[in-house]
């Protein structure tokens, strides 16, 4: 099994990483910039926890979903980007007690559109850890090299 795959998947996530960090540094304020850190944070550790909690089922379909999980964090990061473009948050909004309530509604959202990419970028990485636990080394370096 070739590991140049789990090399692509993890320099895409940090690229849209980057993308994302730059697009609210610009776009928005640059302290909202750390929101991109504890979205992939919080998709990487949720897709650790099912990869434990469904280890079987994960290693039974393990072939099927390395070769899908691509094509769903292709459509996961462009529908995340865009919404996450499109989403109408303003922060000097959150300084007035009148607009303060949407404010946290679109904050929400970008969790909502952005954590799926994450989410299944761990769920790739640690799927292909479980399922090439004979080669950890090699797949631990190809996964660093990509990031």
């Known amino acids: ?8 998947v993890s320099g895409a996530a940090v690229a849209l990483e980057i993308a994302l960090t730059r697009y609210f540094a610009v776009a928005k304020w640059s302290e909202y910039g750390y929101w991109v850190i504890s979205i992939v944070m919080v998709g990487f550790a949720l897709s ?16 099927v979903l ?6 769903a964090l292709i ?3 462009a529908l995340g980007y865009h919404a996450t473009t499109a989403n109408p948050f303003n922060p000097l909004q959150l ?17 909502a559109v952005l954590l799926p990419f994450f989410f299944l970028t ?9 399922l090439n636990e004979d080669r950890v080394a090699q797949v631990y370096g190809y996964d660093l090299t990509g990031a």
């Not at 300084?95 to 949407?102: L, R, Y």
């Not at 761990?122 to 479980?130: A, D, E, N, P, R």
């Open 122 to 130: 761990g769920l790739y990485i640690s799927l292909t850890f479980v």
């Open 95 to 111: 300084q007035n007690a009148a607009t303060f309530v949407p404010q946290l509604g679109y904050i929400a959202l970008y969790y």
């Open 1 to 8: 099994m070739s590991l140049v795959p789990i090399f692509l």
């Open 48 to 63: 650790g926890v099912t990869i434990a909690l469904a280890r079987d089922w994960a290693v039974r379909r393990g072939p």
């Open 75 to 77: 459509v996961t990061a």
């Open 66 to 71: 390395l070769a899908w999980l691509p094509v």
